[in-house]
């Protein structure tokens, strides 16, 4: 398909739509809105249901029903929303029922929500942040295949610039290759009187099906889980084999610090920037190895300081690891604020390194 010029949202709805996704559903809620409609106009011509549901909740239940049936499915809303669906996303994932999760937030304070969650169990759910709206279509396709590949929830981390940019997109459907069948779903292929397909009590066990029991279950969930986070890291860095200072960014905030490093270095400013796709599994190993050269780190985040934790944990204390971002939204409460200007980043990224320098 030849490249197009579209809004994000309908990027996204038309990336979901080629890589199979036949049923969605949501509460509008800005900026997640515009996906929900933009999935409500063309899921019908493609065979699927989209479903404006009358909670958040209502709507992650009827994407796990929908997934338990084995239909490739997906729900979201912004940060406020996705907090009311998160009982949903971790019995989901302790019971194994895959499907995507777009969190259209408004600004990066979801960070710890979309890596912590907030359900209950020993669970994670993959989780990337695009920067940008082509990358958001290649995201979307890659989730699909992760949730089917895990048999788990997971989570795009998008916002108001991903979902409202128009920028000019490929939307082709990508083959990331062969996966297990869905051989657990409930198809109705089987009858009831004991010979019924069971995925929700299967672990703790019925009379006719005992299942492992509920230890063994969580212990290979746990395992499962330990295996998506060193297999699933990905990220992105420049120009940190010389860097004095490594820039840590993520999402749509991430381009405008690799403009500011880039202006830095023309001036002789020996800087690098890290960017992690994954959120979770985050790349520890990938940014200690980034940050080895490194006398200091400055974090970029838009928040009063989420993604930090984890930028620390992975530098362990070999250099300082200091914040350059703060709290900034915009009068409509939608948007990332004043902070996100190439000027006021390079500004604060030039008195940083003074003072952390002094």
Known sequence: MAARLLQGSDAVAQAAIAAGCRFFSGYPMLPFTDLLESMARRMAAAGGVCMNAETEI??????????????????????????LMQEAIAEAALNEVPFVVFNMARGQQDYFQATRGGGWGDYRTICLAPKDVVEAVEHTQLLFHLADQYRSPVMMYGDYLISHTY???????IDFGPLPPKDWALDGSRGGTGRSRQIWTWAM????????????????????????????????SKWCDDAETVIVSFGTAAPFVEQVVGELRDDGVRVGTFRPISLWPFPEKP????CASASRVLVFEVNAGQMIDDVRLAVAGRAPVTPLGRVSIDFSGMRQGEILTVPWIRDRVRQVIREVTV
């Open 205 to 236: 066990g019925k009379a006719n099906d005992p299942g492992p029991g509920p230890d063994l279950h969580w212990q290979r969930i746990a395992e499962k889980f330990d295996g998506v986070a060193r297999l699933e890291q990905r990220w992105e």
């Open 287 to 290: 940014l200690a190895e980034a």
């Open 167 to 173: 920028m000019s997109v490929e939307v082709d459907p």
């Open 58 to 83: 209502e709507a992650v239940n009827m994407t796990l029903g929908a997934a338990a049936a084995g239909a490739r499915s997906a729900t979201g809303s912004c940060g406020q929303g996705i907090a």
